[in-house]
């Protein structure tokens, strides 16, 4: 390591995740490959926490861009109406379904997902006159203050820091570690009946101005919503008058298939925000809101850099791109090869509790079999998972982990990622899940690399 690696190491924050878990100086990238700095190429799986969305790299992306700077056209436009916002604002549109698209108005954001969160959240509380907002257990919208109190658990709940808006929480739905104990029908029947009860007179919820959801939880575990419950929490938004907020920053833009994680459910949410997988690697945020809850005063949600032409023409080509080459079809029939080979491998580990997701966003369940936990699923393991993603990366493989326990291992690789490299994937995955097991049935100190 040079002397500026060193110092630039030495000066970064404490707040920094990746770059310590993941100890690698990446220096080139196509696809969905990444080459560090000692010359060895990794499949990545992680792909910017998967806002990669059609890859490192990739030349409609850089076309676009390159093109947008070389026209002349002014690159930040506030919210003027440019050529460039304009093609953008019809791409959107075009991907949103119909009756939502009919409805729409579309604000734009400052560059993250959760400043759109916080839009979308503030947005809810003018239009209703509500302060409380609901979300679901294991929903994570973002690090600002608004988007931390409307996510569930963790470390953003437990910083020092004053936390507003006030949230309620409903149960999410799920068959390994349902959270009344009861898989399956029953698990799903019982998460409705807890929507539906929003809307009664002693529900504990006074005056809500939204319900927010990730109808694929990302942060919280990979875990698809029952569409049974994603219309319960659609009926209880109609009933308390409140927006149903569709948080589809990670889940969004084709990630799980179609367009949006909450068309699995056969429902059209109020609000729709977006951000990620949108610019794949551009940054962009937007939020779509119905017209009768867009009621902003003019200047009330601003942001000097949500008129980027750049991002404006990549989120174009990304639209454009996925339209041109059946991407969800794609997306639907890698997912599988990618969701069969990671079941086999779990087939063959007991430290395996669960594979689950939708398309390409997938997630490993790694579990303790020998510790104790009550009702039938094994113990969550996430130092098993922490080893088993550090050696992942010795086999040449980057991942996430995740879950709340923070043991599930999650993959997010580009959209475009072709079968040699899912091949070579759940290769380095299984080499890895082997190599941890081997280590704790030797009674050896795991091997964890860290910078």
Known sequence: MTASQLSSTARESAASTYSRRLPIRPVEARGSRVRADDGRWYVDCLAAAGAMSLGWNHPVISE????????GEPLLSLDFHTPARERFVEDLLSILPVGL??????????????SAV???LMLAEVA??????????????GCTRAARAASSGGGLRQQPVVLSPHTSFLPYPQDYRSPFGVAGEQGVELAVAAADALARPHSGVTAPASLIAEFMLGEGGVIPAPPRWGQALRRAAST??????ADEVQAGVYRTGPA??????????DMVVISKGLGSGIPIAVLVVRKEFDVWEPGAFTGTFRGNAMAFAAASAVIRFARENDLPGQVAVRGRLFLDGLNAIAAQSELVGEVRGAGLMLGVEIVDPDQPWPGDAAAPAPELAGQIQSACLQHGLIVETGGQYGNVVRFLPPLTIEEADIAAALNAFDSALGAVARTRSAGEPALVVSR
């Open 128 to 141: 209703t006159g509500g302060r409380e907002h609901v979300g679901v257990q294991g929903g994570f919208h």
């Open 101 to 114: 698209a009919a409805d729409a108005s579309i604000h734009l954001c400052s560059p993250s997902g959760a």
């Open 64 to 71: 676009a861009v390159m093109k947008t700077v070389s026209s």
């Open 260 to 269: 949006w994680a909450f068309q699995h459910c056969g429902i059209e949410p």
């Open 118 to 120: 916080e839009a979308a």
């Open 240 to 245: 308390l008058g409140v927006p149903l907020i």
